[in-house]
């Protein structure tokens, strides 16, 4: 009897123990779930603002259509001059973006990305034609045509990774001339300077 009542005492005890503790540790559970679910929704919430920062920038990349054709046009040779002159090609073909600039001839990069370039050019006999491609104050490629009697042609072409706001134009050498001449034979020209963003980054 005596072991009967001391079960019951402890089961009582132990009950009553269960008892108070199972709220309190459901209040601490309750707790411990909302607060995980809080964290967990911050972290959702920060994810979030940072997916729509990177949609809006896939957006706006994926929106940019960068691509120039501009013919230097003139009624035949241009140049020599004793000075490096930069090349002004006034007859725009395309103009995508407005990137390029035929009042000054300089393509500015609207975007950071991977911009192809090319130039061709023609050049009348016995003089130089050498033109230079810059990407801001540096030298990138040589465009020559054979210094000659006869009618030449001299082209270059390259990739080049810009930052926003790269400028890339091409500029005549000094003692150097290029022909060109629009709508002579029916074709737009002999003399063009063109680029086009192949992926912005
Ligand atoms: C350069 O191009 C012009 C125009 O297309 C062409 O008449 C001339 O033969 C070319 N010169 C050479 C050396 O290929």
């Known amino acids: 009897m005596k072991g009967v009542v001391v079960l019951l005492v402890l089961l009582c005890s132990g009950l009553t123990a269960a008892m108070i ?10 707790q411990s779930v909302m607060c995980n679910m809080q ?10 603002v940072v997916a729509e920062r990177q949609v809006e920038t896939l957006k706006t990349k994926a929106e940019t259509n960068v691509a120039f054709s501009a013919g230097f046009g003139g009624t035949g040779y241009y140049g020599p001059f004793n000075v490096d002159k930069t090349l002004v090609y006034e007859n725009v073909l395309t103009n995508l973006g407005n ?5 000054t001839g300089i393509f500015t990069a609207p975007v950071g990305g991977v911009y192809h370039f090319s130039v061709y050019h023609h050049s009348g006999s016995n003089r130089r034609s050498d033109s ?8 990138i490629a040589f465009i020559s045509a054979m210094n000659k009697d006869g009618s030449y042609n001299g082209s270059n072409g390259i990739i080049l990774q810009l930052e926003e706001g790269d400028v890339v134009y091409v500029v005549l050498k000094d003692n150097s001339w290029i022909w060109d001449k629009v709508n002579n034979g029916g ?8 680029g086009i963003l192949l992926f912005a980054q």
């Open 21 to 30: 503790a199972t709220p309190e540790n459901e209040e601490e559970n309750c």
């Open 39 to 48: 964290r967990k929704i911050e972290v959702m919430e920060n994810r979030l």
């Open 99 to 103: 990137a390029y600039n035929p009042a």
């Open 132 to 139: 230079v491609l810059f990407k801001n104050k540096e030298q």
């Open 187 to 194: 074709a737009n020209g002999w003399c063009h300077f063109n």
